[in-house]
């Protein structure tokens, strides 16, 4: 039998492994549909695009999983908001002062620095409703048990188990 510290090494264990799991997941599901969309929308994009792609579902994943108690609505906008804060900070990184020029709003009315705009962060708005309810989604169908985890935990611990019996046997 196991004890009660070895349990709760387990599931500290468990834990941690599904935490990792679920951002690698987050970034790269994110990233990906980022990037596919910009392909679909403008015919092209940037690999950091789907690195800020990652990023933004990441944080929609926590903030909608944090506030799951309000509305769509609320939720969306916090979305959109996360989106545009992390686009302007992607903007002045990438295009201000590295000056890359992957993207430019300058020409939009109610722009800031030519990195955001009011008509992308109502976008950004739209988006963030679909973001929420896919986070939704991956918290209660892939996450929600710690499937892929306690799979690989209960193979590790069977090959333990075999090998220990095994030396156990040749001890006698």
Not at 70 to 93: H, K, M, Q
Not at 107 to 121: A, E, R, T, V
Not at 128 to 151: G, H, M, N, Q
Not at 157 to 165: C, E, I, K, R, V
Request: glycine share 6%; proline share 2%.
């Amino acid at each position: 039998m196991r004890s009660q510290k070895d349990q709760a090494s387990r599931a500290h264990t468990d834990a941690a492994w599904n935490n990792i799991l679920l951002t690698l997941f987050l970034f790269a599901s994110g990233g990906t549909l980022y990037y596919l969309m910009e392909l679909g929308w403008r015919g092209w994009s940037h690999p950091t695009m789907g690195l800020l792609g990652g990023l933004c579902f990441y944080f929609i994943y926590h903030a909608n999983r944090f506030f799951h108690h309000r509305s769509l609505a609320f939720r969306a906008f916090l979305g959109a908001v996360i989106i545009t804060a992390l686009e302007l900070l992607a903007g002045c990184i990438l295009n201000i002062f590295m000056g890359m020029n992957i993207w430019d709003y300058s020409s939009k009315p109610l722009n800031f620095l030519g990195q955001i705009c009011f008509s992308m962060s109502v976008l950004w708005f739209l988006l963030s409703v679909v973001a929420c309810i896919l986070s939704t989604l991956v918290r209660k169908y892939v996450f929600e048990y710690p499937l892929l985890v306690d799979t690989a935990h209960r193979a590790v611990s069977a090959d333990a188990m075999y090998h220990s019996d095994k030396d156990v046997g040749s001890k006698q």
